[in-house]
């Protein structure tokens, strides 16, 4: 390549136009060695020879010589690096060479220097032993949250198996179609078990089976405590999940109280019992989901009903996300999910429908009714309380009122009370103005007797008590003249 010289590097940034020693003539091994030995290696003499390396001699571009240097120099601006073989809009991108001008080894070299990297997005489809060169020095990191290596087939957890173990700043993990297997999940599982503060983890398009999935859930969760309290979203789509992979999740699963989201999309071998499995979640007093991704899998009428009838009395998922397109679900099915949302048989049943969904299938595919009651509970003007009594309203607008007033009316004042705090809630006044005048309708109309005697002997007491105040009033006078 042409050699760029670091002095003619921009005076704007500030760590790229430092001088540096001219280079000598020395390159990193590419032996495949233990991360102790790679390490010590490190520390015994590539230590001095990074000294001396010049940007423009292990870079291709001008571009890529700047990034290296605002590396190795710990420049604070530079939190988030995006290393790829393509033009990439993520963070400040180093884009690698086909030819092999880009010394990977020294780049991986200074990002485990580096301390003030926050964000490390790596996909270079270039070949195996370069990027390995490239891990053996992200392997020493200990600064970034935000990890993502996709499309690397030759993914080995010993690569990173440091990183994944002792940078206890990790918050994202995502390794999506890394190559990973049944048989890599037990070391990836027990390394991650040491990272309470991981929140994110991504392990889609890989290899992952029934074993892995048992190897997952025993390692992350001990004498039925979650080793990673806090994580909030569980990627696992497009893997060798099948039916009892899903039972494993799901009884696993039940401890993870701050689990928000689950992705199980495109693991086709989930069937019918794999729902049952999920309904069991669902039914579950710790169940904290809020997503649930099963896009590309076949549900059918069968396992709506499951998944429908799972969900009564669940307060927390929001979000049931699958391929409508795909998913078999006829209107029979469709009729299962339109009760949970709303039974209308009873006012009972009605109240403790399910009000919380706000999206099943894909994006308003599904039935009126359904779509209409997600669209309800999405309101942000309504309350959870005020969605159920809106429901009520609709459904039941001439209040069945049998059995209620009793004891002189007594209980009218309650009722009264019940149509304003529904007003509070957000409701629609019309609804419930036409409600109300039902209800009180229906009162004189099954009880008149009580109505009229109740008018009447209010109209006596007064008629009573303005007789009995003339004549103490007349009393007083005839003493006074006395």
């Known amino acids: 390549m042409e050699a760029i010289a670091i002095e003619a590097l921009p005076v704007s940034c500030t760590y790229a136009n430092r001088l540096i020693s001219p280079a000598v003539s020395l390159s990193p091994s590419t032996a495949i060695m233990s991360d102790s030995q790679y390490q010590y290696k490190m520390a015994a003499s590539q230590f001095e020879r990074a000294k001396k ?31 790829t073989a393509f033009d990439s809009s993520i963070g400040t991108n180093f884009l690698v060479d086909d030819d092999g001008d880009d010394d990977l080894e020294w780049l991986g070299y200074f990002i485990g220097e580096n301390t003030k990297l926050r964000e490390l997005f790596l996909s270079v489809d270039v070949p195996g032993e370069r990027v390995r060169e490239l891990l053996k020095g992200v392997n020493r990191n200990r600064s970034i949250e935000y990890f993502v290596l996709n499309e690397y087939p030759e993914f080995r957890v010993a690569l990173l198996s440091s990183f994944l ?21 037990a070391e990836l599982a027990k390394a991650l078990g040491n990272q309470p503060q991981l929140k ?8 992952i089976g029934r074993s892995g999935c048992v190897t997952l859930i025993s390692q992350l969760v001990c004498a039925k405590s979650w080793s990673a309290p806090h994580l909030y979203r569980l990627d696992l789509d497009n893997n060798e999940i099948d039916d009892a992979g899903v039972q494993i999740l799901a009884t696993g699963l039940a401890h993870c109280t701050h689990l928000k989201a689950l992705d199980l999309s495109e693991n086709r071998l989930i069937s019918l019992a794999g729902f049952r499995s999920l309904a069991a979640l669902f039914r579950s007093a710790s ?77 308003e595919d599904g039935p009126d009714e359904v779509t209409h009651n997600l669209k309800l ?37 309650l009722l009264t009370e019940w149509f304003q705090r529904s007003r509070e809630e957000g409701c629609e006044e019309l609804l419930f103005v036409r409600m109300q005048l039902s209800a009180y309708y229906n009162t004189v109309r099954r009880m008149p007797l009580l109505v009229s005697d109740g008018f009447w002997s209010t109209n006596t007491n007064k008629d009573k008590a303005e007789k009995m105040n003339t004549l103490a009033r007349k009393r007083k006078f005839d003493e006074w003249e006395k």
């Open 287 to 363: 169940c904290g989901l809020e997503e649930l991704f099963l896009r590309r899998i076949s549900i059918g009428d069968d396992g709506a009903e499951v998944l429908a009838d799972g969900l009564v009395g669940n307060t927390s998922l929001m979000h049931l996300i699958f391929s409508s397109d795909e998913a078999g679900i006829t209107a029979l099915g469709w009729s299962a999910f339109s009760k949970l949302l709303c039974d209308t048989t009873t006012i009972d049943n009605t109240y403790l429908s399910n009000h919380t969904l706000e999206l099943i299938g894909d994006y």
């Open 200 to 207: 994110y983890l991504y392990l889609g398009q890989n290899h």
């Open 377 to 413: 509970h999405a309101s942000e003007s309504l309350s959870r309380k005020g969605t159920a009594l809106t429901k009520i309203a609709k459904h039941h607008p001439d209040l069945n009122i049998n059995n209620v007033f009793i004891s002189d009316l007594k209980l009218l004042p």
């Open 53 to 83: 390396i010049r940007s423009e001699d292990i870079t291709s571009c001008y571009r890529n010589a700047v990034i290296v240097q605002r590396i190795r120099w710990n420049d604070p601006t530079l939190t988030d690096l995006s290393v």
């Open 165 to 185: 173990t002792n940078n206890h700043n990790l918050k994202h993990i995502d390794l999506d179609d890394a190559n990973i297997e049944n048989d890599d999940v």
